[in-house]
């Protein structure tokens, strides 16, 4: 995704999940490792590697 602001209401409606679904799979991602927290709980984002990309988050592919 293109939009590091999207929310994950609208996430789970493009996916077609719950928010609750979407919710566990982000829990479950972080505890795995495969995705981490950057930055504040405001204005931060989720993510998978360690490269820093134009917004300031690191970068999603």
């Known amino acids: 995704m293109d939009n590091p602001q999207i929310s994950q209401d609208k996430i789970a409606e493009i996916i077609g999940i719950t928010t609750d679904g979407l919710f566990w799979n982000i829990k479950k ?21 360690g490269e820093i990309g134009r917004d300031g988050c690191r970068d999603d592919h």
């Open 29 to 49: 991602f972080k505890a795995q490792g495969v995705i981490e927290r950057v930055g504040h709980d405001k204005g931060g984002c989720e993510s998978r590697d």
